[in-house]
């Protein structure tokens, strides 16, 4: 079964770039799912942040856009995240999910829920 | 942008209570909404799609109803294991954009 892990550095510093990384096992990222970034401020709720497809087609939540870039890897079967100018507003967790996709022999059909997490990586901004 | 709000904020439950949770987008978004429990430290975990339709290995005590606006999660039976926070979240295809409510957390009476 797939599962999603993510990666990177825990601890940035303000102004600079967070970035991190969710690498698919067990199944393809060229699979007709999209892939997307969700994070969790401490004691807060879940903030949908963007998501990107294996043909590197992305959508961006408008409050986030002017600062998130998500890329995909192919050959390494692995998406990435990157914010730029973080303040502390952004230390939370970060997590990587796969939006649900069924697929007939003709056509795929999107549910826009997210089936799989991975297990989350705490991000702090400080100094 | 659409946005959820979810009713109660937070509710106290005893076990074998039946529990009802409800989100309302701003705007009709048909059927496309999913809840999710969430226990501490932990990922957010499926449990309905598309408003009513139960996620494979749910148990069969959680339902979700509703489309448009006005959205239900009930849980028929408490059990110890489902004090946690629930969210509801919908999808909206063009332009693409996905959304939250703000949580529901359940707790022990």
């Known amino acids: 079964q797939v599962q999603l892990q993510e990666s990177g550095p825990g601890l940035v510093k303000p102004s600079g770039t967070l970035s991190l990384t969710c690498a698919v096992s067990g199944g393809s990222i060229s699979s007709s799912n999209w892939w997307s970034w969700v994070r969790q401020p401490p004691g807060k709720g879940l903030e949908w942040i963007g998501e990107?497809?294996?043909?590197?087609?992305?959508n961006y939540n408008p409050s986030l856009k002017s600062r998130v870039t998500i890329s995909v890897d192919k050959s390494k079967n692995q998406f990435s995240l990157k914010l730029s100018s973080v303040t502390a507003a952004d230390t939370a967790v970060y997590y990587c999910a796969r939006v649900q996709t069924y697929c007939s022999s003709t056509s795929c059909y999107e549910d826009g829920a997210f089936d799989i997490w991975g297990q989350g990586t705490m991000v702090t901004v400080s100094s | 942008a659409i946005q959820l709000t979810q009713s109660p904020s937070s509710l106290s439950a005893s076990v074998g209570d039946r529990v009802t949770i409800t989100c309302r987008a701003s705007q009709g978004i048909s059927s496309a909404l999913a809840w999710y429990q969430q226990k501490p430290g932990k990922a957010p975990k499926l449990l309905i799609y598309?408003?009513?339709s139960l996620e494979s290995g749910v148990p069969s005590r959680f339902s979700g109803s509703g489309s448009g606006t006005d959205f239900t999660l009930t849980i028929s039976s408490l059990q110890p294991e489902d004090f946690a926070t629930y969210y509801c979240?919908?999808?909206?295809?063009?332009?693409?954009?996905?959304?939250f409510g703000p949580g529901t957390k359940v707790d022990i009476k």
């Open positions: 990107i497809y294996h043909s590197g087609s992305t």
């Open positions: 598309d408003a009513s």
């Open positions: 979240q919908q999808f909206n295809s063009y332009p693409r954009e996905i959304t």
